[in-house]
């Protein structure tokens, strides 16, 4: 019932996922929002959500190519680092089972966040860093209500942070740079 209308689904926001397993203790909201828009297109008809978790996937794919090229690697290396991605087994459940649809949404606002993070964080400009920050903690929400792994994002943009961000000049504590 909670995928059945746009109201279930908005519904989920209160609700645990799914609704009635509170002990199971899990909260996905847009999952169970995104699964409302396929209900609304194609009723129960499980093809119509497996196609949603190929486009989904495909984007995802798409933006793991864009991430290996701001992470400097060729074009060439980069479409190899998208094509294993896009190719490997692990994928697979949460590719071929409509259920998978939680980890496909998640991982997918995750590395739209490190993009985010990565366009401007190298900028010296307070107000590029500032929407940088900004567009990167509306991701990690998005990633949050699709399944509560996308709560690891600030751990990875700390790193990347510490890792592809140069220290600013004359910096040489950790926090100033920070």
């Known amino acids: 019932p909670s995928i059945t209308s746009f109201a279930g689904a908005a519904a989920a926001f209160a609700l645990p996922f799914p609704p009635g397993q509170p002990e199971r203790a899990l909260y996905r909201p847009l999952t169970a929002a995104s699964y409302a828009l396929d209900y609304a297109r194609a009723g129960l008809d499980a093809r119509a959500y497996h196609v949603t978790n190929v486009l989904l996937y495909s984007l995802l794919v798409l933006l793991v190519y864009r991430l290996a090229l701001v992470y400097g690697l060729g074009s060439g290396l980069a479409l190899a680092t998208a094509c294993l991605f896009a190719a490997h087994p692990v994928h697979c459940d949460a590719v071929d089972s409509i259920a998978g649809r939680s980890e496909i949404l998640s991982l997918l606002f995750v ?68």
């Not at 400009?125 to 991701?139: F, H, Q, R, V």
């Not at 140069?166 to 926090?175: D, E, I, N, V, W």
């Open 111 to 178: 590395v739209a966040a490190c993009l985010a993070f990565l366009r401007d964080a190298r900028s010296p400009d307070a107000a590029a860093l500032t929407k940088a920050n900004l567009a990167s903690a509306a991701l990690y929400a998005a990633a949050c209500l699709s399944k509560e792994t996308g709560s690891v994002l600030p751990a990875i943009l700390l790193v990347h942070r510490l890792a592809l961000c140069p220290r600013p000049t004359g910096q040489t504590a950790l926090g100033a740079w920070l």
